[in-house]
């Protein structure tokens, strides 16, 4: 029974119990309906509907999206509730999202506790609301204000909520007693019922603006387009009418590639920490961390662990450098202080008593974990953990934050291997989510428990990563941007290509990307990389070039663009590089167009991610999917490039894949597990559902 009934004196109580968020499933939407019907049926003169656990109704249940609609339909819902009789009163508490807003905006009066948040998510999962949200909230607070509700997706507090006019009171108490209370009162003053749907649609505000602002915002994503459609709607509609007309905009968007791609997000980026293998296995306990290099990596770790509640000992090589490390980790703080993150006291505290900046490594005796952060050289980071190994006490967890380099290899430089773990943070490491969990051949699975929960705890998405050179992100980094690389000495430019990826729904294309994080990594890399490289391997020198003349990027003003303020444009000196480059080469131009582009440079990342996953390095499609999303910028409409090339069809990538071998057989060579999916008529999701069963 997932809607319990009861009655408390003239008051019908309708109780939702279906955890863990009380989803709006097809039992729960029954109960509703049979409730309101009982309760006007058995003289109750009103009905207070509130949630049992830790939240009211967050919403519809997101697993039945995608499956036959089961009845009652949540609009027939919303509808029924609000022609009850008798006023009907939601008491709410958690997180009213989606459809529990509706079912309340179905309600005649709202009551919610002071931290009740409340929302219209449904873009997020590539939707617009679905129960009458798009018709009933602008009557109640204006078109502008709905439209930044549905295409903002972000909840509001209850206080907003209030001043808005979708709650009529704020109480303190449990959501029974409130709701109780406030039905009484209404009762004594023979309160009516007070459907929303029948209040008078507000001035019709220029849509046409809204949409374009909107559009601009949303990168090519489109259910928030839709949503300022489906409102505009209500202002040459009647409300059933309009309701059909939100109910024919939400049935085409789930139909579409963005809605799966958005679903399989939602729920991987709560799988993706899931590990069966650690199912029983205990975390060490951390309450004190050490962080080796204060630079920006080390600062940001050392910000994210003090804002998580952590002490942290930062060491450092000079005095000088400790003092630069602690300005750092200030400035990351006091951003955190403007945003609201902390308050006075918590920033005071965490800068005078949780952090100690040093230059001693004995003072990293009592650490629980101590993460390296040190320049990207093996023999440096070699020498920083044979030291490590005699100063940490035992049972310290030692992990390097390295981004290329061989675990292993790290690990056998201390008498502790089973110790060593790689956590891999990205920059800012305070902001970004993404951290990358690299389990060494030795790493003790309470070591590797002990990296998932430090990641919980930062409010990191942590994702297994076995050892290779790059792990899962950098390794598909290096082989799309190579594919670039390719593109270019084939004819297109770096601006084209960026231009096509911006398309394809991420913030920035490759080459902006690379003058955001500076060109001298990539410069690095390749010579780090250089003695070891295969012969037939294409490797372009026009971007050492540029590196050699100084121009790294935004950090010196030029790189493939010019940067002028806030200001972009292409630098001029990039086209006469490659151009020369081609000539020497012997290089006639291929006239890519943007599709072909497109095309070349997604089947470069999806087939170096099946090697990965082939390889076992990510254990399943649905980690390389969060890898991308969380720290690569892939758009999340696409639901990341193994969801997204399901979407195309694995044959014609195959296909694809195999006919650009023609030209270079030693890029392309298409993975074996691709191949082994596509004789089999499976695909990535296949897979995934595999590792859940
Ligand atoms: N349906 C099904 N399962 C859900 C769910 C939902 N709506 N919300 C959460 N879960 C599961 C989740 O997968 C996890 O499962 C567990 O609950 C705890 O969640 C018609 C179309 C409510 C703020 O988009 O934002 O209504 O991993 O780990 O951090 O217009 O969950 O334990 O197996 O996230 O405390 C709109 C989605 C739906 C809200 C709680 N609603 N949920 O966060 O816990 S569309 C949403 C959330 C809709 C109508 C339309 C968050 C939360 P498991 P959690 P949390």
Avoid at 598 to 625: C, F, H, S, T
Wanted: glycine share 10%.
């Amino acid at each position: 029974m997932t809607i319990h009934y009861e009655r408390q004196g003239d008051i019908a109580v309708l109780k939702a119990d279906n955890p863990p968020v009380n989803a709006l499933g097809q039992a729960v939407r029954q109960g509703l309906v049979d409730g309101v019907a009982r309760a006007n049926e058995d003289g109750a003169k009103a009905i207070v509907i509130y949630g049992e656990g830790r939240t009211w109704f967050a919403g519809a249940d997101i697993r039945e999206f995608g499956k036959t609609p089961l009845e009652p339909y949540l609009p027939d819902v919303c509808n029924i509730v609000e022609a009850s009789a008798i006023p009907v009163i939601a008491a709410m508490h958690g997180t009213a999202l989606g459809g529990g807003l509706e079912v309340a905006l179905g309600c005649h009066y709202r009551v919610a506790v002071p931290t009740a948040k409340m929302g219209l998510p449904e873009v997020h999962l590539g939707l617009i609301p679905g129960a009458g949200a798009t018709q009933r909230l602008p009557r109640l607070i204006g078109h502008a204000a709905a439209i930044d509700m549905m295409t903002s997706g972000r909840p509001i507090g209850a206080d907003k909520a209030l001043t808005l006019g979708i709650l009529d009171k704020i109480e303190t108490g449990d959501p029974l007693e409130i709701g109780l209370a406030y039905a009484q009162e209404l009762i004594a003053q023979n309160a009516q019922v007070r459907p929303v749907s029948a209040l008078p649609v507000p001035e019709a505000i220029d849509f046409d603006a809204a949409r374009d602002a909107v559009r601009k915002k949303s990168r090519g994503q489109i259910s928030p387009v839709v949503a300022v459609d489906a409102v505009e709607a209500a202002t040459r509609m009647d409300f059933s009418e309009g309701l059909a007309e939100e109910r024919r905009l939400f049935m085409e968007l789930m139909k579409t590639d963005q809605r799966q791609g958005m679903i399989h997000a939602f729920f991987g980026e709560r799988q993706v920490s899931k590990l069966p293998e650690l199912q029983g296995v205990a975390p060490r306990d951390v309450a004190e961390i050490g962080v080796i290099g204060g630079g920006t990596m080390g600062a940001g770790i050392a910000t994210a662990a003090l804002l998580s509640g952590l002490r942290v000992v930062l060491i450092e090589m000079t005095d000088e450098a400790a003092e630069a490390a602690k300005g750092r980790i200030a400035g990351n703080l006091s951003g955190a202080l403007k945003r609201g993150k902390i308050d006075q006291a918590k920033h005071d505290h965490i800068l005078n008593d949780a952090l100690t900046c040093a230059t001693d490594y004995v003072a990293l005796s009592n650490a629980d974990l101590i993460i390296e952060a040190v320049f990207e050289n093996m023999d440096v980071k070699k020498e920083v953990f044979g030291k490590l190994d005699t100063v940490a006490k035992a049972g310290a967890i030692l992990a390097s934050n390295t981004s290329y380099l061989n675990l292993d290899e790290i690990a056998a430089s201390t008498s502790r291997p089973a110790d060593v773990i790689g956590l891999h943070f990205f920059s800012p490491a305070h902001v970004m989510k993404l951290l990358e969990v690299v389990v060494g051949k030795e790493t003790a699975p309470d070591v590797v428990a002990t990296g998932f929960a430090l990641g919980k705890r930062l409010g990191k998405i942590s994702v297994r990563s076995g050892v290779c050179d790059g792990f899962i992100g950098n390794r598909i980094l290096n082989t799309y941007r190579s594919c670039a690389d390719h593109l270019i000495l084939d004819g297109a430019s770096p601006y084209q290509i960026d231009k096509v990826m911006e398309g394809f729904g991420f913030a920035m294309g490759p080459f902006a990307v690379s003058d955001l994080a500076g060109l001298d990594i990539g410069w690095a890399n390749r010579k780090r990389l250089a003695p070891t490289r295969d012969a037939r391997e294409r490797v372009p020198t026009y971007a050492d070039k540029l590196c050699e003349d100084g121009h790294f990027g935004q950090k010196t003003g030029r790189g493939y663009y010019v940067y002028d303020g806030r200001a972009k444009s292409p630098n001029p000196d990039v086209m006469p590089l490659i151009q020369a480059e081609r000539a020497e080469l012997g290089l006639t131009d291929k006239g890519y167009s943007d599709e072909e582009i497109l095309r070349r440079y997604m089947a470069a990342m999806v087939n170096e991610a099946a090697k990965i996953l082939g390889e076992g390095i990510a254990r399943r499609p649905l980690d390389v999917d969060m890898v991308l999303l969380f720290g690569y910028g892939f758009p999340r409409y696409n639901g990341g490039p193994l969801k997204w090339a399901d979407l195309q069809g694995l044959p014609a990538l195959l296909e694809d894949i195999k006919s650009f071998a023609q030209e270079d057989a030693y890029f392309w060579q298409p993975a074996p597990l691709l191949e082994q999916l596509v004789a089999e008529g499976r695909n990535f999701e296949d897979l995934n559902k595999e590792a859940a069963a």
